[in-house]
């Protein structure tokens, strides 16, 4: 396959049976990925497993699960039966994710995240061997863990957004995966790690009139742009008053200020919408940008058959 072209899984409103069907109609129509995202629905292993099951060519990735949520052993574990449902084609994506979920929902500690990565990398990969796994670090520890059978080559995608995590992904990864990201922010990516396949996930409106998915797009972004990792990667785009004015405003309680401050600028730059044709030639810019594979996040204000209409649209 020349250029590739992914599908975020599961496919909102639907469910996870749902999403299984439109993954086989992706996988007819020629999409060349299924990539499963987890917040606070559907884990990430298991959609990515169903999937794989469900399919026979689609590459199935996990964009992301949280290095802080799983202990290395159980990321392995989980990580081989996604590989074996996927019949070979699975690839682990980790992340940090953020102190809202990991401290807040989870009620874990979120410390050292760069040093969590590369230790939590370092001990999955040992384990992913079938070797005995002994490893001590600051942040994770293993001793004597074996997994019942290897699955030693499953490419390794890490979540990153600034220098210092491109930088280890381009170190020990085989790629990056973005979110929230316009031209540029692949244009970052790129420079800092260039070694790396780049993945994004594009929040999509295909076929939506842009005036009409404004505002909700600014509700779906505007929290990420608290997130600390998000905002800075979001003020390296060229936002940089957008993302400090986000942070003020909604620092002191003002939710509708931080709401506002969202331009229809910025909306643009991190959303696509519009008749199919335009959204197939703003998926083009981000290639030119340097993207690798385009994963679709599809989305309409229309309703469901808008989203399965969607997905036929914008095959390849």
Do not use: H
């Not at 799983?70 to 039966?81: D, E, F």
């Not at 992340?95 to 874990?108: D, K, N, Q």
């Not at 997994?147 to 020990?172: H, K, N, T, W, Y």
């Not at 696509?272 to 594979?293: H, N, W």
Request: net charge negative; with cysteine.
């Amino acid at each position: 396959m020349d250029q590739r072209l992914g599908l975020t899984v599961p496919v909102l409103p639907f469910d996870v049976r749902k999403s299984c069907e439109l993954a086989r109609q992706a996988e007819d129509l020629g999409y060349s990925d299924a990539w499963s995202a987890e917040a606070s629905g559907t884990d990430g292993f298991s959609v990515a497993a169903a999937v794989g099951v469900s399919t026979e060519r689609l590459r199935i990735g996990t964009a992301i699960v949280p290095v802080y949520t799983r202990p290395p052993a159980l990321i392995a574990m989980s990580t081989l039966t996604a590989q074996q449902a996927c019949g070979g084609r699975f690839c682990l994506g980790l992340g940090a994710s953020s102190p809202v979920i990991i401290e807040r929902w989870m009620g874990l500690s979120y410390e050292q995240p760069v040093t969590r990565m590369r230790e939590s990398v370092a001990a999955i990969r040992q384990a992913l061997t079938g070797d005995k796994t002994d490893f001590d670090g600051e942040t994770v520890k293993v001793k004597g863990f074996r997994l019942e059978q290897s699955a030693p080559d499953v490419p390794l995608f890490l979540a990153a957004l600034g220098p210092r995590m491109l930088a280890l992904a381009d170190e020990i990864a085989d790629g990056v995966v973005l979110f929230l990201t316009s031209e540029e922010g692949v244009r970052l990516a790129k420079k800092n790690a260039p070694s790396c396949e780049t993945v994004a996930r594009l929040i999509c409106f295909i076929g939506d009139d842009p005036d009409d998915v404004r505002d909700f797009a600014r509700w779906l972004i505007t929290p990420y742009l608290v997130v600390p990792g998000y905002n800075r990667f979001i003020a390296q785009q060229g936002f940089e008053d957008i993302a400090t004015a986000v942070t003020t405003k909604w620092g002191a309680g003002d939710r509708q200020g931080a709401l506002d401050s969202i331009t229809d600028e910025l909306v643009d730059a991190l959303t696509i919408a519009g008749p199919p044709e335009a959204c197939k030639e703003r998926i083009e810019s981000f290639r030119d940008a340097g993207l690798d594979t385009p994963v679709l996040m599809l989305l309409s204000q229309k309703g469901p058959a808008a989203v399965e209409q969607a997905l036929t649209d914008m095959a390849p």
